[in-house]
């Protein structure tokens, strides 16, 4: 797709190849995060009162990190099977 043309460096992209799942990684996954995280997790922790605002502007950013911890252990067991498959 789109996105591993781009990170693989290739220079030549077929822009005429692009389907709804390209748009969704570029354009839709980010926006969604951004409006999930940003706004309603922020505010849902600032209505509850349990911590300031200062504090829920810190805390949000640990809870986006931890929820995209799963594409890290999808990469170690891919690389735990890619070594035993080479042995």
């Excluded at 992209?13 to 409006?35: C, M, Q, Y």
């Excluded at 940003?38 to 990190?65: D, K, M, Q, T």
């Amino acid at each position: 797709d789109l996105i591993f043309q781009i990170c693989r460096g290739m220079t030549k992209i077929a822009f005429s190849k692009v389907d709804f799942t390209t748009v969704k990684t570029i354009l839709f996954a980010p926006l969604f995060e951004e409006f999930i995280y940003r706004s309603c997790l922020l505010n849902i922790f600032i209505e509850a009162g349990v911590y300031s605002e200062l504090e829920c502007v810190l805390i949000v950013p640990f809870f986006f990190g931890i929820s995209h911890l799963h594409h890290v252990f999808q990469q170690q067991r891919k690389q735990r099977q890619l070594k035993q498959w080479l042995l």
